[in-house]
T-cell receptor, first 112, second 115 residues
Framework: IAGITQAPTSQILAAGRRMTLRCTQDMRHNAMYWYRQDLGLGLRLIHYSNTAGTTGKGEVPDGYSVSRANTDDFPLTLASAVPSQTSVYFC???????????FGPGTRLTVL | AQSVTQLDSQVPVFEEAPVELRCNYSSSVSVYLFWYVQYPNQGLQLLLKYLSGSTLVKGINGFEAEFNKSQTSFHLRKPSVHISDTAEYFCAVSGANTGFQKLVFGTGTRLLVSP
């Protein structure tokens, strides 16, 4: 069982470019999440999805969009990247509100 | 809404010494509480969680935490740490009344274990 995979592992991106971070889980979890991790700020929720076909905004959604066409995939798109979006991005999934959230290995994104 | 405070950004400790990492939360509703660990260049892993019942929760790798509702705390403890426990530890809270698990994380505590 692979769990959660994220791609790419790292990326350097010019400001203004569009970028999609990929996330795939093989645990058939209903819920999926995107977080960004910044030094001194911990992890902050960007967007979430309770089930395929539905998405919601987290704490810091501006500049990001997501889709959930099926159970396994939850891509995060930066339509026009800005330097403040330089961060490490983690995808996670869980099966219920009491369940453990399982995290992917992260994508390190640098926007210049 | 919920919030979490981890007052200690870094905790240095010698190997085999006990350690306590502090976590306080704020919430107007009942909560679920979690501790996650992040080893260098990795994602987060669950150490333990409190959902209900016994206030003393035991997790993996010899860690335990105690839920104290009156003090709104969920401190993490280990009686004897190892070098391999060097990592960043995150406390997180989720409102028990939400339809899904919306975790709010603290800013993290870096545990540095030296020989």
């Amino acid at each position: 069982i692979a769990g959660i995979t994220q791609a790419p592992t790292s990326q350097i991106l010019a400001a203004g470019r569009r970028m999609t971070l990929r996330c795939t889980q093989d645990m058939r979890h209903n819920a999926m999440y995107w977080y960004r991790q910044d030094l001194g700020l911990g992890l902050r929720l960007i967007h979430y999805s309770n089930t395929a076909g539905t998405t919601g905004k987290g704490e810091v959604p501006d500049g990001y969009s997501v889709s959930r066409a099926n159970t396994d995939d939850f891509p995060l798109t930066l339509a026009s990247a800005v330097p403040s979006q330089t961060s490490v991005y983690f995808c996670a999934s869980s099966n219920s509100r009491t369940d453990t959230q399982y995290f992917g290995p992260g994508t390190r994104l640098t926007v210049l | 809404a919920q919030s979490v405070t981890q007052l200690d950004s870094q905790v240095p400790v010698f190997e085999e010494a006990p350690v306590e990492l502090r976590c306080n939360y704020s919430s107007s509703v009942s909560v679920y509480l979690f501790w996650y660990v992040q080893y260098p260049n990795q994602g987060l892993q669950l150490l333990l969680k409190y959902l209900s019942g016994s206030t003393l929760v035991k997790g993996i790798n010899g860690f335990e935490a105690e839920f104290n509702k009156s003090q709104t705390s969920f401190h993490l403890r280990k009686p004897s740490v190892h070098i391999s426990d060097t990592a960043e530890y995150f406390c997180a809270v989720s409102g028990a009344n939400t339809g899904f698990q919306k975790l709010v994380f603290g800013t993290g505590t870096r545990l540095l274990v030296s020989p």
